[in-house]
């Protein structure tokens, strides 16, 4: 059994180095540790300020941390922030950015658009001028937190774009696994067919022929069968030299002469594979359809080309064929079918 291809997402880095980055984005809390030092409050009241500032941060590099709850180090961040309200008044709207690129980044869709929006509304609160808060405040703010926002839009984008990758594969696998069946058997059932009717004929006139044709039969039942399952687990691959072998064989079993014309060495090496399927196809369908006499298999460093005195080549191509069409584009070749003189010639020219 194979399993189909797939595309591994890759790792996001905010899942691992989330509470790094954000460790380091927290020396921006020297504005409200600042605030708290400039404040006319007492010591103590500061110092609790400063101890909720400091749980503010805690609960921030947690939140990025897969093991924390990210809506509980929220819930814990705004109480903290909240508490320091009495003492820093609107400079509690320094710490919103925090908390809209934790939103921004970690919490699920749909509830982190409405997070980060209800963030960056706060911020518009320095245009009210309380407490001479410096106005237009949120124009330093809001460039922080769209930019956490366009991480979040373009990690998503990216993990579409990998799924559909991963989509893609296994549509390709299904169609690799359905070509390569369909040329597997296509070629073993035909050599069967023929083989089983010549032992048929034999089987009176002479038994020790038929005997052989039977036997005949068997090994390329086993063969097929070792074949699909080699193709199905994506282990097998055309071998042009047996492809060549094996060829005048089954088509002199259905009084076909064949004449080779060249040899493996001339082909080039790294198409040998696709021309071992291309030659199986294109005996495959000169035993099925052609009714010919002689073929004619050239080889060569730019491909090769099969030519029967058949019957012609009428009609629409079958699933071997555009199997066979697919597998050559892929390789960059191409794949011409036209009328000999007579029959059919089927040529694939490689770069």
Request: net charge negative; charged share 20%.
């Amino acid at each position: 059994m194979t399993t189909a291809p797939t595309t591994t997402l890759p790792a996001n880095p905010w899942e691992r180095w989330g509470w790094a980055f954000a460790a380091i984005w927290l020396v921006f809390l020297v504005f409200p540790v600042t605030s708290v030092a400039a404040a006319d409050v007492p010591v103590a009241v500061k110092v609790a300020a400063w101890l909720c500032i400091a749980a503010f941060a805690v609960a921030n590099v947690m939140g990025y941390s897969w093991r924390w709850n990210t809506w509980a180090c929220l819930g814990v961040m705004v109480a903290m922030a909240l508490a320091t309200l009495p003492v820093i008044g609107m400079g509690v709207i320094s710490f919103t950015p925090y908390l809209a690129i934790l939103s921004a980044l970690e919490l699920p869709t749909p509830w982190w658009k409405w997070a980060v929006g209800l963030w960056a509304a706060f911020p518009l609160l320095s245009l009210l001028q309380i407490d001479d808060f410096p106005p237009f405040f949120f124009l330093v703010l809001w460039p922080i937190m769209i930019g956490a926002v366009m991480l979040r839009i373009f990690g998503e984008r990216e993990e579409l774009s990998y799924r559909a990758l991963g989509e893609h594969a296994v549509v390709a696998e299904r169609e690799r696994v359905a070509r390569d069946v369909h040329d597997v058997l296509g070629h073993s059932l035909t050599a069967l067919s023929v083989k089983a009717e010549l032992a048929a004929r034999l089987i009176d006139l002479d038994p020790a022929r038929a005997k052989q044709e039977l036997e005949s039969i068997q090994r390329t039942a086993r063969q097929a069968l070792a074949e699909v399952r080699a193709t199905v687990g994506g282990l097998r691959a055309g071998n042009l030299d047996d492809e060549l072998a094996a060829a005048p064989l089954v088509l002199a079993d259905v009084g076909v002469a064949t004449t080779i014309e060249g040899s493996v060495a001339d082909t080039d090496p790294r198409h040998r594979a696709l021309l071992a399927w291309v030659l199986r196809e294109a005996v495959t369908n000169v035993v099925r359809h052609a009714q010919a006499r002689t073929v004619v298999i050239e080889l060569s460093p730019d491909g090769i080309a099969v030519t029967d005195d058949g019957s012609g080549c009428d009609g629409a191509e079958g699933n071997g064929l555009r199997g066979m069409r697919e597998r050559v584009s892929g390789a960059g070749g191409t794949l011409s079918i036209r009328p000999a003189t007579p029959g059919t010639r089927v040529e694939v020219a490689l770069p």
